[in-house]
């Protein structure tokens, strides 16, 4: 297919959002927006905390910080412009500012992605090689493995987005979702797509089912080493790893179904944005900290030093 010469017709893209009712759109304007500020919230809490309290310097409460800043990241690439288009009857998005959301969206969801692998690792060594565990995930290993983690997402979105920028777009400019999503935008261009199309899965969809499945291999073991090895910390081992397993479920499954199993019904694949972009990124601080013990007692020690601070 002959690609067109005028690459610049296309200046801004039309988001048809969740729903053309003024009345819903105002429901979830207030739903989301108490929703977002409750992400902000929550994670900055337990980054705080994790920073503040040396109850938490370990190698679990470092990489949960670092989790708890990529899913702030996350959500805002995309949240707090989907929130105030719900006020708008014209939800538009230039074309730039299309790229840069999917770009942000694409490099946080890898590098939280690596990270939740890293989480598991230290999890394994913390429960198989107990012994070991200092010597091994020492302060160059965690460093590594962050670096790690942005690394990946850095070339996880490039490797899609350096062939999605120079796509033309001559047509057609409404997406039918609350935000630019790669597989939707990239339908738009006025040239051939379907081998970036299958960039698209094999990078996202792929990748997030292939390491979803070795993550859940690896806490198989983890439980089943639990089992085998019958001990006080048992229990305290057992909820610490049901909630990581939570949290990878939340994330990774979404993703999965967006890019994978992709739904014909675009309901659907709206309600798993939101799930993914606004919801999780919600759970997990509530997840960590409702079911952790060490954590709960850090935020009322860093609450009770505040209100000292303000009454002295």
């Known amino acids: 297919m002959d690609v067109p010469n005028n690459r610049s017709s296309v200046s801004e893209f039309i988001l048809l959002g969740l729903s053309t009712s003024r009345e819903i759109q105002i429901f979830f304007f207030a739903v989301f927006f108490l929703v977002y500020v409750a992400i902000i919230v929550g994670n900055l809490l337990i980054v705080i905390s994790v920073i503040v309290d040396t109850h938490l310097h370990s190698p679990m409460y470092f990489f949960l910080a670092n989790l708890s800043f990529f899913d702030l990241c996350l959500s805002s690439a995309a949240t707090p412009k989907m929130i105030a288009d719900l006020l708008r009857k014209r939800k ?29 690792i ?81 990078n996202s969809g792929l990748l997030s089912l292939i390491c979803f499945i070795l993550l859940l291999i690896s806490y198989i073991v983890m439980l089943v080493t639990i089992w085998q090895h019958s001990s006080s910390a048992s229990s305290k081992a057992v909820s610490t790893l ?61 609450s009770s030093q505040h209100i000292v601070c303000k009454n002295g």
């Open 242 to 302: 049901s909630a990581h397993i939570t949290v990878v479920t939340l994330f990774f499954g979404p993703a999965i179904f967006i890019y994978v199993f992709p739904f014909k019904s675009y309901s659907v694949d709206k309600f798993l944005s939101v799930f993914y972009s606004i919801i999780t990124p919600l759970l997990n601080p509530i997840i960590y900290t409702l079911r952790n013990q060490e954590m709960k007692a850090a935020i009322k020690r860093l």
């Open 92 to 120: 538009t998005i230039s074309l730039w500012g299309c790229m840069a959301q999917m770009f942000f969206m694409h490099f946080f969801g890898g590098g939280e992605m690596s990270l939740l692998i890293a989480m598991a």
């Open 122 to 202: 230290d999890r394994y060594v913390a429960i198989c090689k107990p012994l070991q565990y200092q010597t091994i995930m020492n302060h160059r290993v965690l460093i590594g493995f962050l670096l790690l983690s942005w690394a990946i997402g850095s070339i996880h979105t490039t490797s899609q987005m350096v062939f999605t920028v120079g796509l033309p777009f001559c047509g057609p400019n409404v997406v039918d979702s609350i935000f630019c999503d790669l597989p939707l935008v990239i339908k738009l261009a006025c040239t051939e797509t379907y081998i970036l199309e299958l960039l698209v899965i094999a």
